[in-house]
Every structure is written in structure tokens, then in C-alpha cells.
């Protein structure tokens, strides 16, 4: 797509860096130059300001990602591509069936109300949950991933959803300010949210994270 709107060498495309390798890759491969900008903090998308302060007389679009079934602020990034003359590409995620989605959402309302020492997601615009996203605080304390293994030990699968933010990995490394981005990629950990768990299951994972809630921040 970005070959296909005359997007190449010289350009710059900004992208984000919390998330997979693939888009930046695929920016190189047109010939342009990713540049990073940082995250919305509750929806883990590119934040429009963020990219209206990453934008240089070369930059020719923006890559926008929506990320573990929460939309990007898309009205806002249109009309700032819009306002400068930028193509806007969105990379959506897998579209699952209506009624995997509804059971997604009913178990996600039940950590909502069970889970206690982590951050909950916002369940604005219409989320779909292909992942289940919480953060857990550091300072200090247990961090994620003590907090990510003690949760295994316990039976419960979890998975940090982006270990390395692109800006760090060696051929993409860039000397940039993304706080936000770096701290979802330190704090965030994915909990099973899937259509198959069953009511026990939900329960396991409650049960298991409860169990360390007095070892975290006690509140955000």
C-alpha cells in the first residue's frame, strides 16, 4: 500500500514502537524511513499529538495500528493526515466471530470486577478483548515479570504481549523519547480472556493474581 501511493526513498512514515517488528520492516521495504512516535496510555495506539510532534517536512504517512482489540483514536489521526496533506493507513487485527467477541467481553467483565493490584483495561470504544492487557506496577516491588512467573507457578498462562519496543531492537534502534511506550512495554502482561475458559478457569486466574495484590501499589 504505502509502494502503491508513491511512498519511498526520502520519505519518512511515522509508526509505532510498541508492538510488532513487521510494520517498521515493511516501511524499510518501500524504501522510506520508519520514525517512532509514542502511545495513547490506555489504548496502546499512536497517540495523534505524539505523531503531529514526530512529523518532519519528509513525512509522507502514518501507520496506525489497533492494538489488542481497542481502536485507535482514528478521527483524530485522519483529520491531522488530512490536515497535512499525510496517507493514513490503519493495520486492523483478526476479526473474530460475533459471539466470541460477546464471551470475550463477559469474561473481561468478570476480571474487571474480581482483579485487585493491577491496572485494568479501559473498555471504551467498543473493545473486543484479543487480548486481555494489565499493568503491573514496578517501584520496587514485585515487578511484571516476577509477577508474570509467580502467575504461571500458579497454573495461569500469561505472556508479556511486547517484550522489546522497535526503537530498541538493533537494526531499528533510534535515539528517541517514548516514554509511554516504554512503560507498557515494562508493565503490561496479557491474562487469558479466551471464549473457551471456562467459569473455573476465570476464577483460577482471579484467585491466582489476588494472591500477590498485597505485594503490589495497593492502588493508581
Known sequence: MLRAAGVGLGDEVVVPAFGNV?????VAKAGAMPVFADIDPVTYCLDAS????????????VVVV??????????????????H????LEQGESEAPYDEIAQ???RAAYLHAKLRGVRTPDDGDGHTYQQYVVRVPGNGRPDR???????RAKGVECRVPVKTPVHRLPEFRRCVSLPETERASD?????PVDATLTK??????????NALGGLLQPAF
Open 85 to 88: 496533506g499525510l496517507l493514513v
Open 200 to 209: 473455573r478457569d476465570m476464577q483460577r486466574i482471579v484467585s491466582a493474581c
Open 104 to 106: 470475550r467481553r463477559e
Open 50 to 61: 505524539a505523531v503531529e510532534a514526530a512529523m518532519t517536512s519528509r513525512t509522507a504517512a
Open 187 to 191: 508493565e503490561t502482561l496479557a491474562l
Open 22 to 26: 513487521e510494520v517498521a520492516e515493511a
Open 145 to 151: 515479570d516476577a509477577f508474570a512467573r509467580a502467575v
Open 66 to 83: 489497533h492494538r489488542f482489540g481497542r481502536l485507535a483514536d482514528i478521527v483524530r489521526l485522519h483529520a491531522l493526515g488530512a490536515r
